[in-house]
C-alpha cells in the first residue's frame, strides 16, 4: 500500500525555466509534508516543507504547495539550474513523525 | 551541531553471512532513529523506527533486524543474509518533522 506516490519517475526541464515536481498521498492523518534531494550514494537532504495548516512555503527558488483537498503536493524550482540534477522525494508524516517517503522523481536540468 | 555516522559506506556479503550496520547520532538527545532501505530503482522503503532505547518498530516483514542499545545508536542486523538483502541502507534521525540523513551503506549480498 503506497500511501506516497510520484507518479512521474523521470523529468527533464531546460536550464532557467521551471521544473514542477508532483507527489499524491492517501493517508488524510498526513500533517506535516516535506520535499527531499538525493544524489548517487548519498543520503538525501532536506529541501523544504510545509505543514497542513499552510497551502503555501517558500524558500528562495523553492515553492512547496499543498492542495489537501485533492491531497497532492508539488514542488516548483525556478529557475531551474544544472546542479538541480537529481532524485527528489517527497515524504509525509503523521503521529509520531514517522516519515514515509515516495517512489522519487528523477530530475534532469539541461544546460 | 548534530551529526550522524554510519558505516561502512560500502559492503559486499555472500548469502547466508550475518550483517551488522551501525549508526550513531552526536549532538541531540532522545531522537527518533530510522532505518530505511533504497532498492535499486525504488523509493526509500522505511524498515525500522525508534522512540527510545530498546523501543524498536518494524515496518516490513523481512530478514532484518533492529536494535537501540543506547540513546544514540542504531543497529541494523541479520542472521543470514539473502540476495534480496542488497541495496543502499540509510539511518536517519529526527527530533521533529524533518529527518537527517547519513551517507548510506551499499550492501551487495553474492
Known amino acids: 500500500d503506497q500511501q506516497v506516490k510520484q507518479n512521474s519517475p523521470s523529468l527533464s526541464v531546460q536550464e532557467g525555466r521551471i521544473s514542477i515536481l508532483n507527489c499524491d498521498y492517501t493517508?488524510?492523518?498526513?500533517?506535516?509534508f516535506l520535499w527531499y534531494k538525493k544524489y548517487p550514494a548519498e543520503g538525501p537532504t532536506f529541501l523544504i516543507s510545509?505543514?497542513?495548516?499552510?497551502d503555501k512555503n517558500e524558500d528562495g527558488r523553492f515553492t512547496v504547495f499543498l492542495n489537501k483537498s485533492a491531497k497532492h503536493l508539488s514542488l516548483h524550482i525556478v529557475p531551474s539550474q544544472p546542479g538541480d540534477s537529481a532524485v527528489y522525494f517527497c515524504?509525509?508524516?503523521?503521529?509520531?513523525?514517522?516519515?514515509?517517503f515516495g517512489t522519487g522523481t528523477l530530475l534532469a536540468v539541461q544546460p | 551541531s548534530q551529526t550522524i555516522h554510519q558505516w561502512p559506506a560500502t559492503l559486499v556479503q555472500p548469502v547466508g553471512s550475518p550483517l551488522s550496520l551501525e549508526c550513531t547520532v552526536e549532538?541531540?538527545?532522545?531522537?527518533?532513529l530510522y532505518w530505511y532501505r533504497q532498492a535499486a530503482g525504488r523509493g526509500l522503503q522505511l524498515l525500522f523506527y525508534?522512540?527510545?532505547?530498546?523501543?524498536i518498530s518494524s515496518e516490513v516483514p523481512q530478514n532484518l533486524s533492529a536494535s537501540r542499545p543506547q540513546d544514540r545508536q542504531f543497529i541494523l542486523s541479520s542472521k543470514k543474509l539473502l540476495l534480496s538483502d542488497s541495496g543502499f541502507y540509510l539511518c536517519?534521525?529526527?527530533?521533529?518533522?524533518?529527518?537527517?540523513f547519513g551517507q548510506g551503506t551499499r550492501l551487495t549480498v553474492v
Open positions: 549532538g541531540t538527545s532522545n531522537p527518533n
Open positions: 510545509i505543514s497542513s495548516i499552510k
Open positions: 515524504a509525509a508524516s503523521a503521529i509520531k513523525n514517522k516519515l514515509i
Open positions: 493517508n488524510s492523518m498526513f500533517d506535516y
Open positions: 536517519a534521525w529526527s527530533v521533529s518533522a524533518e529527518a537527517f
Open positions: 525508534s522512540v527510545g532505547i530498546g523501543q
